[in-house]
């Protein structure tokens, strides 16, 4: 029997309805593992209670924090966190980046309020503990388990608003067969970065989006109160005309990523496209997606690196 730690952080899975107001989060960790049939030895902790939405980089620093505190625990085999599925993409890929422990980190939330005729967090969290406390799970990094499928955090995003399986991307490490886990892959998990400091929390890293027309006078403005810009190019890295002049002239990173859900950013077009991007100094995100790129752009910011090294780091790590 192993010992899990839950620790809660609100999200629709901890929320009820509150009429024409609409859905609150409210509930803690011990009500929503309460009434739940699980063969291992549970405990909890709230770090706070919050929709996803509402999150800022502090608050993605506590769970980090919190999760490496319960990681450093030596009676605690496994972590879950339970989340708002907003950003959860975000807060799972931070706690990929800095998890220093073969202890398997799951992140589940749910798409209907817990007090909705038949809601889908419990039966999310039930299947958390046991991706939590299965051997076969650790070393594997942060993951998600949602609706029966456990995936990579890196790679992973919501691709859709109110599916009951709403995550895509990332690598399927795990399934649901019934009540059996079974494993279809495994993964390497990077060398981590040290967890955020209190200097994350004031980091400021901007996305500037591109379209048809888009002049990059707000990637001007971006770079005026950010310490780091993510494009979201078009196709497989892009952008309109005055953008690539724009980084040339920037002393602050400036990643280069796609608004299309899946693929990697593979420079090929000159007339202000990637090629002409990367030459002037953009830094190319690989296969991560803006919102990921944005949180690893943020986590090395905070922690000093610049110029070569920012990019060496970003390319190690992305």
């Known amino acids: 029997m192993a010992h899990i730690k839950v620790l809660g952080t609100g999200g629709t899975i901890a929320s009820s309805s509150n009429g024409a107001a609409g859905a609150v989060a409210k509930a803690g960790a011990a009500e929503l593992i309460s009434g739940l049939v699980i063969e291992h030895a549970v405990s909890h902790r709230d770090i706070f209670t919050l929709g996803s939405y509402q999150l800022t980089l502090k608050h993605l620093r506590l769970i980090a924090r919190g999760v490496a ?14 989340h708002g599925t907003d950003t959860l993409e975000e807060t799972a890929f931070l706690l990929d980046l800095v998890h220093n422990s073969p202890k ?3 992140i589940t939330g749910a798409q209907r309020t817990a007090d909705y005729d038949a809601p889908d967090g419990p039966g999310n969290i ?5 991706v939590a406390a299965d051997p076969n799970m650790r070393e594997l990094g942060a993951l998600i388990s949602f609706s029966g499928t456990v995936r990579t955090a890196r790679g992973a995003r919501k691709s859709h608003t109110v ?8 690598t399927e490490v795990a399934h649901f067969a019934g009540m059996r886990l079974v494993q279809t892959a495994s993964t390497i998990h990077r060398v981590p970065l040290d967890l955020p400091s209190e200097a994350f929390d004031e980091t400021v890293v901007d996305i500037v989006s ?9 990637l001007t403005a971006a770079l005026e109160r950010s310490a780091a810009v993510v494009i979201s190019g078009t196709g497989v890295g892009n952008a309109g005309p005055g953008f690539a002049e724009v980084v040339q002239a920037s002393p602050q990173p400036i990643v280069l990523s796609t608004r299309v859900p899946w693929g990697p950013v593979v420079p090929m077009y000159g007339n202000g496209g990637g090629i002409d991007l990367v030459a002037a100094g953009a830094i190319l995100a690989g296969d ?13 910011v905070s922690q000093g690196y610049t110029g070569a090294d920012f990019a060496e780091h970003f390319a190690r790590h992305r």
Do not use: K
Request: aromatic share 6%; no cysteine.
């Open 69 to 82: 505190a319960a990681a450093n625990d030596p009676d605690v085999d496994g972590i879950v966190v339970t």
């Open 104 to 106: 398997p980190v799951v």
């Open 126 to 130: 039930a299947e958390a503990i046991a």
């Open 163 to 170: 599916a009951a399986s709403p995550f895509g991307g990332g």
């Open 210 to 218: 591109t379209y048809p027309g888009a002049e990059p006078v707000l």
């Open 288 to 300: 991560l997606n803006p919102y990921q790129s944005r949180i690893l752009t943020a986590l090395l």
